[in-house]
């Protein structure tokens, strides 16, 4: 079922935590609400489930006005941070409560614990209480509870937080599978850059209270629409810039009266200040003399799939990332060139950036 936001806001007293959003949410959607503490993301998954009071504006599941209708009246599926696990209830009776609640018969409900068990891969652990099981486990619990219901809509409220690393990658690939095998629409609330972009259809970007993009995670990393996107989701080299001027090959003019052509029109006029945007993994690392940029290793960090370098350039410091080859890596202090396809590039509105100007 669709699930759409009008133009929905939250006030706390003077207080706008959620400021006029709308999103619609199609059929079968997996979608994250992906942001910062305090942007506004667990605040609108509340709205959405009921918890929390709609300020102004309307939400409609399915073409039906909610905005106002109880919790338990919404039939929405949901999984809290902490699981929510009945301590005292097995596995199998965590799971047929919302079907108890609902008097759904006997032998449906023994068909239904049965297919999502199997579904989430706990058939044998019925019989065991949440306190004889892995973090994981009870993840996947949760997550049977919620669907077994069949719910409209799919609500996760950051689910693999608590979980260790390895365990959240892992979990990450099997919650889209999941997802996937039922067709339910979901929307997910959290921080974590990586799973946002892992496992939906769509991202949902929020800063203080707004949208400020949707689109497929691919597009949201590669073609961020402001500085705030392009810093937040991934790691990117933003250098404030002026347009010296506009055609083919626009030139860019930095501090220390750098400049630098690029071979494509920009969307930006002349004169106008930009933040140039390049991410570390686009950066090639080459010979002295040989790259559009020449620098000296400051510092560099190993993490395991990947050198992650800090270069002192006449741009200021730049990162890099460059993949672990078995070559052995650049030492602190190393002169080499930076280059990069111009593809790479992205050019961002401004905010407070003061580039010199060209001239």
């Known amino acids: 079922m669709s699930l759409i936001l009008s133009n929905v806001s939250k006030f706390y007293g003077e207080r706008q935590v959620v400021s006029n959003i709308s999103l619609n949410i199609r059929q079968g959607e997996f979608i994250s609400l992906l942001g910062p503490s305090g942007c506004g993301k667990t605040t609108t998954l509340q709205m959405i489930a009921g918890f929390v009071d709609v300020s102004h504006g309307k939400i409609t ?7 106002r209708t109880q919790p ?11 699981y929510a696990l009945f301590p ?17 018969p ?12 199997d579904l989430v891969h706990l058939s044998g652990f ?3 209480y949440p306190r004889q099981l892995s973090g994981g486990q009870r993840q996947r619990v949760a997550l049977a509870r919620a669907l077994v219901i069949e719910p409209p809509v799919l609500l996760l409220d950051e689910p693999l937080s608590n979980l260790d690393a390895k365990l959240r990658e892992e979990m990450q690939f099997e919650l889209r599978r999941i997802q996937r095998t039922v067709g339910t629409t979901t929307l997910m609330v959290t921080h974590d850059q990586n799973e946002a972009m892992s496992v939906s259809d769509r991202v949902v970007v929020m800063e203080q ?10 597009s949201v990393y590669e073609q961020p629409r402001s500085e705030f996107v392009s810093s937040f989701v991934g790691k990117t080299n933003l250098i404030p810039a002026c347009v010296c001027n506009e055609g083919a090959a626009p030139q860019l003019a930095f501090a220390q009266q750098q400049t630098l052509t690029l071979s494509h029109a920009v969307q930006f006029r002349a004169g106008a200040n930009v933040l140039f945007s390049l991410r570390p993994e686009k950066i090639h690392l080459v010979g002295y003399g040989q790259g559009r940029l020449t620098g000296q290793m400051k510092e560099r960090f190993f993490m395991g799939s990947h050198w992650l370098y800090h270069i002192e350039t006449l741009l200021g410091e730049m990162q890099v990332m460059v993949t672990n080859n078995a070559s052995p890596p650049y030492q602190p202090g190393d002169r080499l060139d930076l280059d990069w396809l111009d593809d790479s590039v992205r ?11 060209a001239g």
């Open 61 to 67: 599941l399915n073409g039906e006005d909610i905005t």
């Open 72 to 82: 338990n009246t919404r039939g929405l599926g949901i999984v809290f941070q902490t």
């Open 88 to 104: 005292h209830m097995t596995v199998e009776e965590n799971i047929l409560f919302g079907l108890q609640m609902r008097k759904v």
């Open 106 to 117: 006997a032998d449906e409900q023994k068909r239904k614990v049965k297919r999502i068990l």
């Open 126 to 128: 019925e019989h065991r």
């Open 209 to 218: 209270g707004h949208i400020v993009q949707v689109d497929r995670p691919y």
């Open 347 to 357: 050019l961002l509105p401004a905010s407070n950036a003061q580039p010199q100007e």
